[in-house]
Structure formats: C-alpha cells, structure tokens
C-alpha cells in the first residue's frame, strides 16, 4: 500500500465478463511543493483554479478513459520520492507535476528512473517562456512526454496520453 492520503478513486472492480473481476489500471497523479496553493496562488501565472478542481477535472477524464487515480500532493521531495517508488508494482503510470523539483531534483529523477513506467509531466505554465532557472526539467530527462502551458487541461492530456502509452504497451 501507498503511504499518505487514501485514493480518491481506489481501482473500481468491474466486469467484463461474467464472474472475471477486471481492475482498471492505475495511475498515480502526483502534485509537488505549492500546488496545494492554487487558486490564491499567482493567478496571473497559475489561473484560478484550485488543485481541487484539477483533482476533479482528473477524475472525470479518468472515468471516461476507464481508468483509476490516486491523485496528490505534498510539499516534501522526500515524500515525493516515496510516492514515486511506491508506484513500482501497483500503478500503471505516473502524471507528475514535480513543480519547484523539476528544476532542482536528480534524487527525483532517480527515482521515476527506477520504477520505469509511462511518465507524462505536466506543468500548469509554459515553462520555456518564463526565468532561465525553470527551462531546465530533470524530469523531462526521464518522462515519456511533458505538456506545459496549457494549465489544468494539460492534466487532462496527460491522463490522455498516459492511456495511449499503456495501451500501446500492452499491444506489444
Ligand atoms: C510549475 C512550474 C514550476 O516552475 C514551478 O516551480 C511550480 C509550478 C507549473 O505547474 O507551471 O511550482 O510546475
């Protein structure tokens, strides 16, 4: 089991066929430092939605993609790492918006190294258009794609393109 918060969307049992349980696969969404502030948060950068919204925004394109999310947030790196790990043998991918870490974390990038699955970060502002200190993402050097300056549509994508990368994976 993962540490921290519960899932919101526990991976729902289903049937695909009669008396053959199906879980939905997995997919960690995983906010880093400060996007627990959202909403009050630079506006003019971030928008005005709040990571609740993304939250809900994530649930809803998961649902529509027959997918599960376990969806948070912290402020710690250390803990980030630990999510991060925990997702080896339990989740199928990872959305990860690693904030202020992308710019600073190779123990981060490490570990999304480590566990290997589909990866898509995703960055609520375009990050190539703003200080010279956030162009350069670690864990771009590891994720399978990035989407940024789209805001919280680019969580939606990222659930999107994560689906796709899985999918492919499993034709393979
Ligand atoms: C961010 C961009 C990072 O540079 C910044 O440190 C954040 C948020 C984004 O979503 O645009 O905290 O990841």
């Given at each position: 089991m993962l540490g921290g918060p519960p899932a919101r969307t526990p991976p729902a049992a289903t049937r695909s066929?009669?008396?053959?349980p199906v879980t939905l696969p997995l997919i960690a969404v995983l906010n880093g430092p400060n996007l627990n502030m959202l909403g009050l948060r630079e506006p003019g950068i971030y928008g005005a939605a709040t990571l609740d919204d993304i939250e809900a925004l994530c649930a809803e394109t998961a649902e529509e993609l027959n997918l599960a999310i376990d969806f948070r947030q912290?402020?710690?790196e250390a803990e980030l790492i630990s999510w991060v790990q925990e997702c080896h043998g339990r989740a199928a991918g990872i959305v990860i918006n690693p904030a202020g870490y992308s710019h600073t974390s190779v123990a981060l990038m490490d570990a999304l190294s480590a566990v290997a699955l589909p990866t898509v970060e995703v960055h609520l502002s375009n990050?190539?258009?703003r200080e010279a200190f956030r162009h350069h993402s670690y864990v771009s050097r590891v994720a399978?794609?990035?989407i940024c300056g789209l805001g919280p549509h680019g969580y939606a994508l990222a659930l999107r393109a994560i689906a796709g990368l899985i999918a492919a994976d499993d034709s393979a």
């Open positions: 066929t009669p008396g053959e912290t402020n710690a990050i190539h258009r399978s794609g990035v």
